[in-house]
């Protein structure tokens, strides 16, 4: 997510919860990204899809890989 404003103010607003990196050169540009999650009756399932399929980013793309093979029944939680 990009956003824009003063270093205080962006750090403030999303300093807890986002990773902060300046974009732009100083013209008050902001990346801000945080971490993915794989949640199954509110328990984290993260770490396993990242070992299970042996891959050290959780994208999209990933996490619809792991939803199919739960309903097919090759993973069974």
């Known amino acids: 997510m990009s956003v824009q404003g003063k270093k205080d103010e962006i750090y403030k607003r999303y300093g ?39 891959k050290s980013k959780l994208t999209a793309k990933l996490v619809d890989k792991f939803r199919e093979d739960v309903a097919n029944g090759k993973i069974k939680l």
């Open 16 to 54: 807890k919860d986002w990773n902060i990196r300046e974009q732009g050169g100083g013209n008050g540009n902001w990346l801000l990204t945080r971490k993915s999650d794989v949640l199954v009756d509110g328990k984290s399932y993260r770490t396993f899809v990242l070992e299970h399929y042996g």
